[in-house]
Each structure stands twice: as structure tokens, then as C-alpha cells.
């Protein structure tokens, strides 16, 4: 089992050492399982992850062959505060992956504490991620009028399933933003392929989309509608930043 966290526009980030439980907040409920003896947690369809939530730990050097660690993913604890603050301080958007769970989704960092305790310049921490929400963004005219007929999370059909051909230093995450799409929907659309050029290149499997080839084919699920194509909905650039500021905000927009 690992956990990680991968950035856009970033490497990613390996938990060296599991902690003991996550808790997982649904709306006002909670559900705590535990992390070390449970494989797979099922969750009823429809549930809406709002908050994801653990205690845990970094081993200074000295201690960083001990069995609990992931060698492998080992580093320096000042290392792993130093990136973990950094990306809460800038609101980094980060896909939390818990293999062999149902845990895949965009999150950001809430708060993040550090501890540093005993000799051998261990650390320990909690840290809270909060749900990235999908925003949808109305025209002036809809938002005046309380209508909810055109949003900006429909796209155009003739772009439902485009073709894109992987290039060298693409990843998913990056394809996903040039497309305006989830790298998640890529994913489970061509993950049959995804899958067999990985096992063709000698690896085991993809790593849930990490690996993947130049020349590849993928098709892409339509995506929000680009910023010109909002404004033919008659939003101006800076009306649309205003919106998007506002609901950012929980307020309500004009």
C-alpha cells in the first residue's frame, strides 16, 4: 500500500511511513478505518468525500531503514515539511492516491502541523485535505435570473472524443489541463491501452496513468469550454474572474 500526492506541475510526493488511520469525512459524517489491516473500504454510491484527514510521521536519517519505512520514498523530514507547507501556503491542487483503496481524488491542503521530537531528528505531523470542488460558471444573464440551464461543464460533441497522440514529457496531469479535462476521466477512458503499452514497455502495470509512452493514442473525454468560447456566453475575461473569485469565496455572485 502506498500514499502519495502528485501536483500538476511538480514530482510527486511518497508518505515514507503509513500512518495507523485516515479519517474520512463525509458532509457532517465521519468514517475512520484502519489503514494498516484493511484493503479495500467500500463506500455507498453517491457519498461526497468533503474532508480526508491523518496523524503521522518522518524518520530522521538514523532511523530511515527501520521495517515501517518506505526506503525507497525517504526523505530528509525538513524536505517533506518544507514541500507540504509549500503547497498548502500556495493552494496547490494534488490528486491523493491510496493504493488498494477506493481513495483517487483532487484535493488540496487544509493545514498541515510539524512536530519535531526526541533525538534523532524525527518529526511528527497531521495534516487535513479538503475536496478541489468542481466550479460551474453561469452567464451574466443566467446568474441574474437564478437560471441554471447553460453551464460551462457541458462541452461541445465534436470534441467528446478527440484524439490525442502522447508526446515525450507529457503526463496525464499535463494533457489533462491542456485539454481541460480530468486526468482521472483520461484515464479510465483509455485505460485498456494505457495498460497494454505499459506491459509491452516491461512494466508490471501503468501505475494508475504515471507511465505513459510517446506515440500512444488516447482519447479525450470532452472538457469545460475554453475561455473564448465563455466569452461568446457574453462573460468578459475580468467578469469571469470576478465570478470565479466570488464563489471561491462562498459568496454569491452579484
Keep these: 500500500m ?9 514530482k510527486g510526493f511518497v508518505f515514507s511511513i503509513l500512518p495507523e488511520q485516515i479519517q474520512v469525512k463525509y458532509a457532517a459524517k465521519y468514517q ?12 455507498p454510491k453517491g457519498t461526497d468525500v468533503a474532508e480526508i484527514s491523518w496523524n503521522g510521521e518522518f524518520f530522521g536519517a538514523t532511523k530511515k531503514k527501520e521495517a515501517i519505512v518506505r526506503t525507497s520514498a525517504w526523505k530528509s523530514p525538513n524536505s517533506c515539511v518544507k514541500t507540504l507547507k509549500s503547497w498548502m501556503n500556495k493552494g496547490t491542487e494534488l490528486t491523493l492516491i491510496v493504493s488498494g483503496t477506493w481513495l483517487n481524488i483532487d484535493v488540496t491542503i487544509a493545514s498541515f502541523e510539524a512536530t519535531p521530537y526526541g533525538a534523532y531528528g524525527n518529526v511528527k505531523y497531521s495534516i487535513v485535505f479538503s475536496k478541489v470542488k468542481e466550479l460551474k460558471i453561469r452567464t451574466t444573464k443566467e446568474s441574474k ?5 447553460k453551464t460551462t461543464s457541458r462541452s461541445k460533441k465534436k470534441n467528446d472524443s478527440s484524439v490525442y497522440v502522447v508526446v515525450k514529457g507529457d503526463t496525464l496531469i499535463k494533457i489533462a489541463k491542456k485539454k481541460g479535462c480530468k486526468w482521472q476521466d483520461i484515464y479510465n477512458k483509455n485505460k ?4 497494454k503499452v505499459a506491459r ?10 504515471h507511465w505513459i509512452y510517446p506515440g ?3 482519447k479525450i473525454p470532452g472538457g469545460q469550454l475554453a475561455t473564448a468560447e465563455l466569452k461568446e456566453y457574453g462573460m468578459a475575461t475580468a467578469e469571469l474572474m470576478e ?6 469565496q462562498g459568496k454569491q455572485y452579484r
Design 32 to 43: 475512520s478505518f484502519d489503514i494498516l489491516s484493511k484493503g479495500t473500504v467500500k463506500v
Design 192 to 195: 485498456t491501452v494505457i495498460e
Design 243 to 248: 465570478y470565479g473569485t466570488a464563489i471561491g
Design 216 to 218: 500512444t493514442k488516447l
Design 200 to 209: 509491452q514497455r516491461g512494466r508490471k502495470d501503468s501505475d494508475h496513468g
Design 145 to 149: 435570473l437564478g437560471k441554471k440551464k
Design 2 to 10: 502506498k500514499i502519495s500526492l502528485k501536483p500538476a506541475s511538480d
